[in-house]
């Protein structure tokens, strides 16, 4: 057996991910977006609050994009982006030069190899590339140590149950001994038109728009090295490298909120369990999370946890979460997901600014006709209902 590296190396040079652009400006005007990226998703990386001062930041496993993206919207921080893939460092170069990134410096080299670059960093940004390797956990080991103290990461690992399809697949392409070449994606895409309607890739195949780019086929179907995992997974490798696991960056997926209202057979089976069954609970009986975004800190790090019951909720505050827009009257939307809000509900999302509290919203002079019991149960349940949809991020107040 080839060495792994060797492998995803070559498949990454000759098909570099993702599909590259031109343009970081234009794109980003056009809404595109990285989940996790710092300077977007604040109160999900450091709930507790952003620390002051220059961040270092590493994009391990870069791509064509990541790193020159982190430094673009990080302008005031530091990005080193590293990479086993030259194709994948030039496009990242090409970026940079376009739009004159000084804050940027790039590495070709196995992430597992991190530390000699002697230096380490407070945010982590590694998706995409872990499950690619012989051993994610000494992969993440690796970057454990170059994680400075009270820094995090932003992790994503492919999710097992929507990936069950795409598995079947890559086992009938390996033994039919489909190549990674032009040829063989042509081949690829000829067999997936004749799949039964019933087959378990067909959701993924019509829900992943970026297949149309020949590196995504290959990235999906015909990869050397790729596993997946369950949410309890998760946690094990995570704990097992020895760091703590934070948060989903995006709570959508995870909570049943976003399937199944108060009242329903599953909300009443899975509300009274705690967070982490609810997670995996959900994630069976869902069956949508195709990846799993989550930041981990460090075991130094004193976690701040976002609980509406225990918590001081009132001192919470609430960001809107990145791209939540309203699309007419009662209706907002995040991406695929759409929220309806009706009078109370929109008047309490149009008020969140990321400096008020759930406490000053729910104390606008404009809801002193309500009852204050009243308020209160709507801010703290409401609130949370947001959080659970992600369509919120809760900055937690002083300790
Ligand atoms: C699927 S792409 C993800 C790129 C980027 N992180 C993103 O999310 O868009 C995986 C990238 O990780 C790189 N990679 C895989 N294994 C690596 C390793 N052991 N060390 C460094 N880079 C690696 C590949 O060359 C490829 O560019």
Redesign the pocket.
């Known amino acids: 057996m080839k060495d792994v ?1 060797t492998l ?2 070559r498949q ?1 040079e000759a098909f ?3 599909q590259p652009f031109a343009d970081l400006a234009e794109e980003i005007s056009n809404g595109y977006s990285q989940v996790g990226d710092p300077s977007l998703y604040g109160p999900v990386l450091w709930p507790e609050g952003r620390p002051p001062g220059r961040l270092k930041i590493l ?8 790193a020159a993206y982190a430094a673009f919207m990080n302008r005031e921080d530091e990005v080193v982006g ?4 030259d194709a ?1 460092l030039g496009h990242e170069r090409y970026l940079q030069e376009r739009h004159g990134l000084s804050n940027l410096r790039l590495f070709k ?4 190899d991190v530390a000699a670059t002697g230096q380490d960093f407070d945010v982590i ?5 872990l499950h ?2 012989a051993d994610p956990g000494a ?1 993440l080991a690796a970057l454990r140590d170059v994680l400075a103290p009270g820094g995090v990461m932003v992790l ?1 690992l492919y999710g097992q149950t929507v990936r069950t399809g795409v598995y079947m697949l890559q086992d009938a392409f390996r033994r039919i001994g489909i190549e990674q070449t032009t040829a063989g994606v042509a081949q690829v895409r000829r067999i997936l038109k004749e799949l039964p309607q019933r087959h378990y890739a067909n959701d993924y195949v019509r829900a992943a728009d970026e297949l149309k780019h020949d590196t995504a086929v290959v ?1 999906t179907f015909l990869h050397p090295q790729d596993r997946a995992y369950t949410v309890p997974q998760i946690f094990d490798l995570v704990e097992d490298a020895g760091l703590q696991f934070q948060n989903w960056v995006d709570n959508y997926l995870y909570w049943r909120n976003g399937a199944w209202g108060a009242g329903t057979a599953i909300a009443d089976a899975v509300d009274p369990l705690p967070p982490r069954e609810h997670w995996a609970a959900i994630e069976m009986l869902r069956q949508s999370a195709g990846m799993h975004t989550f930041t981990v800190r460090g075991v130094d790090t004193d976690l701040a946890i976002v609980d509406f019951d225990q918590g001081d909720w009132r001192g919470f505050v609430p960001h809107r979460g990145p791209g939540l827009f309203r699309k007419g009257p009662a209706l907002f939307q995040r991406g695929y997901y759409q929220l309806k809000a009706l009078d109370l509900e929109e008047f309490v999302i149009e008020a969140v600014d990321g400096r008020r509290s759930i406490g000053d919203i729910i104390g606008l002079p404009a809801l002193a006709d309500i009852p204050r019991e009243e308020r209160d149960l709507f801010g703290q349940r409401y609130f949370e209902h947001l959080w659970k949809l992600g369509h919120v991020m809760i900055a937690l107040p002083p300790r």
């Open positions: 590296s995803v190396a990454y570099a991910y993702p994009a391990a496993g870069c791509g064509t994009i990541q590293v990479d086993l893939s994948s080299g196995d992430l597992i940004l590694c998706t995409g590339v690619h390797m992969g994503m990235d």
